[in-house]
């Protein structure tokens, strides 16, 4: 487990959350993967792009693969559903999912 830089801050509000993707010019998506038994599930990303581009999106590559563009509120309802927040670096473009905790 990697250490926590401070001030890390953890948002599971879905407006705190949208406001920090577009704030980072960023988008939601979904990709499935397939477990070890073959059984599909939903796995969320967050696809940021560059401020000021208005280029077409790039060819797909490894790392987007798979991946899905999909509204906020079927992106929203799948991170409800899977019980995550996302942890982030307020000043920064770090995140990480993270299961959400009852301790507030």
Do not use: Y
């Not at 397939?34 to 599930?41: A, D, L, Q, S």
């Not at 490894?62 to 899905?68: I, M, N, V, Y």
């Not at 899977?82 to 473009?93: I, N």
């Amino acid at each position: 487990m990697s250490k926590s830089p401070v001030g890390n801050k953890t948002l599971i509000g879905h407006s705190d959350i949208r406001t920090w993707v577009a704030n980072r010019h960023g988008v939601p998506a979904i990709a499935r993967v397939r477990n070890r038994f073959g059984e599909e599930r939903a796995q969320l990303k967050l696809r940021f792009g560059r401020a000021g581009k208005s280029s077409p999106p790039s060819p797909v590559t490894d790392e987007t693969a798979g991946l899905s563009p999909c509204s906020w509120a079927a992106w929203l309802a799948e991170l409800d559903r899977q019980q995550l927040a996302l942890k982030v670096e307020p000043d920064a473009d770090g995140f990480e999912f993270v299961e959400r905790r009852d301790d507030n």
